[in-house]
């Protein structure tokens, strides 16, 4: 089964970056699509960004489209988030995602905390 593990979160003043690491072990994950998901406390759990297959296609939220962007190593098979300019409403656990057909992994979340 494919495990997704997280990092790179951390504490961080507005208007700063953070890059977000995804690795994956047991399958290569250039057979997925992949996604950056985040949830906020209180709130549901919203896409942020996404990635198909090829790589050749890219999705953001209206919230972070032009601060954020994913990309994927598949010789790390490792995918990322760059998150720039952040904002203290992007605080919130971040979840990296891998989809095959019907299947969908989840990593364990990472916490993005922007604050001053």
């Known amino acids: 089964q494919l495990r997704l593990v997280e990092s790179g979160g951390g504490l961080v003043q507005p208007g700063g970056s953070l890059r977000l690491s995804c690795a994956a072990s047991?399958?290569?994950?250039?057979?997925?699509?992949l996604a950056w998901y985040r949830q906020a406390p209180g709130k549901q759990r919203e896409l942020v960004a996404f990635?198909?297959?090829?790589?050749?296609?890219?999705n953001y939220s209206d919230s972070v489209k032009g601060r954020f962007t994913i990309s994927r190593d598949n010789a790390k098979n490792t995918v990322y988030l760059q998150m720039n300019s952040l904002k203290p409403e992007d605080t919130a656990v971040y979840y990296c995602?891998?989809?095959?057909?019907?299947?969908?992994?989840w990593g364990q979340g990472t916490q993005v905390t922007v604050s001053s």
């Open positions: 990635m198909d297959r090829s790589g050749g296609i890219t």
């Open positions: 995602n891998a989809l095959l057909g019907s299947q969908a992994y």
């Open positions: 047991a399958y290569t994950l250039s057979y997925y699509a």
